[in-house]
């Protein structure tokens, strides 16, 4: 249906508590970009919030959105929360039916050029593989990275690097891929699996390992991941300046091509 026609009661505990799970999933080309690893985030999502809901289902609705859209390359919103209860109360309500909310958008991927990350102390929660929709620490550290002319805000937590407000980090040292381990910490991300995959096939090495936040601007390369973003270089970093001689090295260049490369002709 038309946006303007879809109705959320204001008693959804997405909207009262932030109670709820999202996925953004990119669509290029007629295909969307693995597509099965998202339906195992959501469902992994849904398990540890303790959301009983079936992600067959919600994916044949995903299908059904995409066939009614008709759109080659799009953006594929799902959310699904707790639904709505009669009263506000923090714990959760019996025999209340989930809300599931899905749209789809025009969107091309594209490759980005080089930006800018401010580097901020993670001020989130302590939860960040669920892919909550309770993002507030995100929002205020976007908007932290907007109004000072910067495209992410890269966090640490204890000195050490988790991920950024929307996307993962990468650090290339050398013929090296450095990137935190999955953890609590940081969100399992979909283009993250697919970029240590390509490494793997590139002869890139790679380890998952913390990352000093005070190591990043000396890299000679520093990139984010996410659905949205495909692999962006960040090449200023505030503070830390510019990241190690300020130009895109081999291994990035070969991972973004590879990444294109990927997008367009496989799953
Ligand atoms: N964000 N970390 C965070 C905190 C994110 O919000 C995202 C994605 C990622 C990258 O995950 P993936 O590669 O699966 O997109 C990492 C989406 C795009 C968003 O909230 O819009």
Redesign the pocket.
């Known amino acids: 249906m038309p946006l303007d026609q879809a109705a959320i009661s204001p008693m959804d505990r997405g909207f009262l508590f932030g109670d709820g799970v999202?996925?953004?999933m990119?669509r290029v080309d007629g295909r969307v970009r693995a597509k099965s690893?998202?339906e195992q985030?959501l469902a992994a999502s849904l398990a540890s919030i303790q959301l009983d809901v079936s992600v067959e289902q919600i994916f044949n609705d995903v299908d059904r959105l995409i066939e009614k859209a008709n759109l080659e390359s799009a953006k594929i919103?799902v959310q699904v929360t707790r639904g709505a209860a009669a009263v506000r109360d923090h714990a959760f309500p019996v025999d209340v039916a989930p809300t599931v909310f899905l749209t789809i958008s025009d969107f091309q991927v594209m490759s980005y050029g080089a930006g800018k990350a401010i580097v901020r102390p993670d001020i989130r929660w302590r939860r960040?593989s669920i892919?909550s929709v309770s993002?507030l620490g995100?929002v205020l550290l976007m908007q932290e990275a907007k109004a000072s002319g910067a495209q992410e805000a890269i966090l640490f937590r204890e000195e050490y690097v988790t991920?950024?407000?929307?996307?993962?980090v990468f650090v290339i040292r050398g013929n090296t891929l450095v990137t935190p381990p999955l953890s609590d910490l940081?969100?399992?991300?979909?283009?993250?699996?697919?970029v240590l995959e390509m490494a793997e096939v590139l002869g890139i090495a790679v380890i998952e390992q913390n990352v000093r936040v005070d190591s990043l601007a000396d890299a000679d390369g520093v990139f984010v991941?996410?659905?949205?973003?495909g692999l962006m270089p960040i090449n200023e970093l505030s503070p830390g300046g510019t990241v190690g001689h300020g130009q895109l090295t081999e291994p990035f260049l070969a991972l973004q091509s590879a990444y294109d490369e990927r997008l367009r002709h496989h799953d």
Not at 186 to 194: A, D, K, M, Q, S
Not at 225 to 229: E, L
Request: aromatic share 6%; net charge positive.
């Open positions: 999202y996925e953004v990119a690893l998202h985030r919103y960040n892919k993002l995100n991920e950024a407000s929307t996307s993962n940081i969100l399992p991300g979909i283009t993250r699996h697919l991941s996410s659905s949205t973003r």
